[in-house]
């Protein structure tokens, strides 16, 4: 019988390798399982805020030998946050943000679309300029993405599409207080959205976002905590868990619980890290939580990934 959500869990990080460190900054990861095989996608660059950002796709049988699957750059452009999207069609989606402009910044949500990790194609514009669509998932027979606005005024907005790539606004102002930006977004069994949501304004506490179909209509709840590089994932028996940065104290990478119901986000366990640290990609395999992040702890910013054991 699969333990209740509500009760506590205990967490033990069981192994941590070092799979991404062949460029000066390696990081903003995500992780995803395809086709038999485990993806891990990631920005290489000179520094955090370089020009020259490319994504590097790795992929392993076993989670623990590594090899690269592709390098996608684009001409004139930092390519930046590469989020992985598993599509119904069964092709696996890339979205990230093309950055281009010396003095002023331009930014535009990109995607490329491929049948087996490795071939991902020419990339398309989706969403609108300046909207960064940070990360998106599929229910039912849609795509719903949150983007946010990359200059003054600051929001953030749902977008839905029917096939991935056409996304048109479906709640223009779904947040606006604070500089709402980065997010994670999962859907429950029974249909329900949840969204945690990033601030880094002078009121910088995240925020837990709940919706019903037709997810026009959103309730918000403030987690009094600040985070970065915020994912969720639903495990099997109904937890919700957060992969986020932390910034009370030692700032590091920690996998949360979020209790929907009471509004909480707490430290289940902090993975080796610090410094520049955090954009987790989680995903549930053979009993484990597997943990892709990247950190700066041991000198040079590497992407590592974590096996994550969870225990009543």
């Excluded at 506590?8 to 990861?29: L, N, Q």
């Excluded at 395809?34 to 955090?48: I, L, P, V």
């Excluded at 207080?177 to 990033?198: H, I, Q, W």
Aim: contains cysteine; aromatic residues 10%.
């Amino acid at each position: 019988m699969p333990s209740s959500p509500t009760r506590r869990r205990a967490a033990e990080v069981t192994a941590v390798r070092r799979i991404g460190d062949s460029a000066p900054h390696s990081a903003f990861t995500d992780l995803v399982r395809y086709a038999g095989s485990w993806f891990c996608a990631f920005r290489e660059a000179r520094t955090h805020l370089s020009d020259d950002g490319v994504l590097r796709v790795l992929t392993s049988t076993d989670g623990r030998s590594w090899t690269s699957a592709a390098v996608i750059a684009q001409a004139g452009a930092d390519l930046r946050d590469p989020r992985f999207v598993a599509r119904p069609d069964g092709r696996l989606q890339l979205l990230a943000a093309a950055v281009t402009g010396e003095a002023t910044k331009t930014f535009q949500t990109v995607t490329w679309l491929c049948a087996d990790g490795h071939t991902w194609g020419d990339p398309a514009p989706v969403g609108e300029p300046g909207v960064w669509v940070w990360r998106a998932a599929w229910h039912d027979d849609a795509m719903y993405g949150v983007g946010y606005a990359t200059r003054e005024p600051r929001f953030a907005r749902l977008y839905r599409s029917t096939d991935g790539i056409d996304l048109r606004p479906w709640v223009p102002t779904l947040f606006e207080d604070g500089y709402p930006n980065e997010s994670g977004l999962v859907f429950d069994p029974d249909g329900t959205a949840r969204c945690l949501l990033r601030r880094d304004g002078a009121t910088a506490s995240a925020q837990l976002g709940r919706a019903v179909p037709p997810y026009r209509d959103w309730t918000w709840t403030d987690l009094g905590v600040q985070v970065g590089g915020p994912t969720l994932l639903r495990l099997p028996d109904g937890l919700l868990l957060a992969g986020v940065r932390l910034h009370d104290g030692e700032v590091r990478t920690a996998i949360c619980v979020v209790d929907p119901d009471r509004g909480e986000l707490s430290e289940l366990v902090a993975l080796p890290s610090g410094g520049d640290t955090s954009y987790p990609g989680l995903v549930w395999h053979d009993d484990l939580l597997w943990v892709s992040y990247y950190s700066s702890h041991e000198g040079q910013t590497h992407v590592y990934l974590a096996e994550v054991r969870l225990t009543v």
